[in-house]
């Protein structure tokens, strides 16, 4: 196998100068650094990555933890944390911490005994232990698609956030997300348009930040479709499918059901649509159906399932760059940046099909929130 020596022999530098060239420690003239990869293209020199970290004290590595590796949102934000991560050149090593708290402290210790230069990590609803572990640990992390309000409120507290000023509330980690209130308002106010007054939610995983900004969300529309809010008719499907079958059977078991409902993530949608078809219902003749989260066989779907579309690659890749930015840079700023959904509009939620039209997502971000590439 060559070795670092041989490369140095054939380029004709020294073993510190082809050092350089690999690690990128040190500036090399374009000439000597194009020598040097010549040589290793030529004698087929693989780096030894070992050896490398213990130079640049860096693993170019990444760890990812999320839950429901198997959901399809989730794996579509892997391809896009995945792709970005190989562009940079670095690997990922993958847990699940099946949103339980206690794995999940476990899960991110074992990636951070890994030594990854960083993580990106989609936190639970009760996320306290992993927060402290990163903390003691000082581990470089950004929070993917659910966000997290522990900050300082404190700029000028010990240990506090880069950049907080006196009395502001910063968050302690660099966050990436998706829009959550506007896009689910905007599902509500288009079911109202359609002369429906019970519109029911089937919510998420209490505790999650995109279970909480989904029903602000859900009271926002009814707020401005100045529909009445019935207590009854906001139910949790705990952000899977039985959940969500069981909490649709609820609503449809009210002496008043509703009469369109709107599911919170792509999970609950298939249990809403068991319950319905248990129930010997028709979307959208009997009950009219928009859900969050739009997946590859939502139009084949009958009907087809209007739906808000979450950027999900693109999550995963603002959430690498982010990372990176934060190992370049240590000391700067934390920020939360938001991403726009997609309203897809299809025939589920009563609309006529029109023909020979095609398919447009309509871009919905909440007005109180940054647009896409913004940070707050």
């Known amino acids: 196998m060559p070795t670092m020596a041989d490369v140095a022999r054939s380029a004709g530098v020294s073993v510190a100068t082809v050092s350089h060239v690999l690690n990128g420690t040190r500036p090399v003239s374009p000439h000597t650094r194009q020598a040097v990869l010549d040589a290793v293209d030529a004698l087929g020199y693989t780096p030894n990555t070992l050896a490398r970290s213990l130079v640049t004290s860096r693993t170019r590595s990444i760890g990812l933890a999320v839950s429901a590796i198997s959901n399809p949102y989730f794996t579509e934000i892997l391809q896009g944390v995945e792709a970005a991560a190989l562009h940079a050149g670095y690997s990922l090593l993958i847990a699940d911490p099946h949103d339980d708290p206690g794995h999940e402290r476990k899960v991110v210790q074992l990636l951070h005994e890994r030594r990854v230069d960083g993580m990106i990590v989609a936190p639970s609803a009760h996320p306290q232990d992993l927060v402290g572990y990163l903390r003691r640990h000082a581990v470089p992390t950004v929070f993917l698609d659910r966000v997290i309000d522990a900050g300082v409120r404190d700029g000028t507290a010990a240990g506090g956030p880069a950049g907080a000023a006196p009395g502001e509330a910063v968050p302690w980690y660099d966050q990436v997300c998706a829009e959550s209130a506007g896009p689910t308002a ?14 029911g939610l089937v919510a998420g995983l209490p505790g999650l930040s995109t279970t909480g900004e989904r029903v602000a969300g859900y009271r926002d529309g009814l707020a401005i479709a100045g529909l009445a809010h019935d207590e009854r008719l906001l139910v949790s499907g705990h952000s899977e499918s039985a959940g969500a079958e069981q909490a649709t059977a609820a609503l449809l078991a009210l002496q008043d059901p509703p009469t369109a409902l709107v599911t919170a993530n792509n999970a609950m949608t298939i249990g809403a649509l068991r319950a319905l078809r248990r129930h010997g219902l028709s979307v959208p003749s009997d009950i009219a159906l928009c859900c969050f989260d739009d997946f590859a066989w939502a139009d084949l779907f009958s009907p087809r399932l209007t739906a808000i579309a979450q950027p999900s690659r693109e999550l995963g890749a603002q959430a690498v ?34 023909p020979g039209a095609p398919e447009e997502p309509e871009s919905t971000a909440s007005s109180t929130q940054p647009q896409k590439g913004t940070a707050s």
């Open 321 to 354: 760059q982010v990372l990176l930015d934060r190992l370049d840079e240590p000391c700067r700023p934390t920020r939360t940046v938001r991403l726009p959904c997609a309203f897809v509009h299809r025939t589920s939620c009563g609309c006529p099909e029109e």
């Open 186 to 199: 905007r599902l509500v106010t288009h079911l109202a348009e359609l002369g429906h007054r019970r519109i």
